[in-house]
């Protein structure tokens, strides 16, 4: 499945030898990451940090843990359809003024 909604350009943003010079539009997380890793609640908030205003779309498959996330966020429970994911990632980048 793509989520570029058309007009968009769709990557995945990571550090690279470059140092990633390209900023993201929107942050994709999943709440719940492995053991011994960050979990993305503190990965958005610290992407907010370096880019205030940048919309994060948290996906789970723990309902319970969206009400850790940032009031007037957008959670998404797992599994999610294509078409809300869609609509969710449309509706957030339009919101931000990006499309």
Do not use: W
């Not at 995945?12 to 990633?20: A, E, S, W, Y």
């Not at 719940?32 to 993305?40: A, C, E, I, S, Y």
């Not at 994060?56 to 429970?77: F, I, K, N, P």
């Amino acid at each position: 499945m793509t989520l570029c909604p058309p007009g968009t350009d769709c990557r995945k943003v990571c550090k690279g030898p470059d140092g990633g010079n390209s900023a993201p539009d929107l942050l994709l997380v999943d709440i719940v990451l492995p053991p011994g890793t960050p979990h993305d609640i503190s990965v958005a908030g610290m992407a907010r940090m370096h880019r205030p205003g940048l919309p994060v779309l948290y996906v789970t498959g723990y309902a319970d843990h969206a009400q850790h996330v940032v009031a007037e966020s957008t959670v998404l429970v797992k599994p999610v359809l294509d078409e809300a994911l869609l609509a969710s990632v449309a509706q957030m980048l339009e919101s931000s003024g990006f499309i």
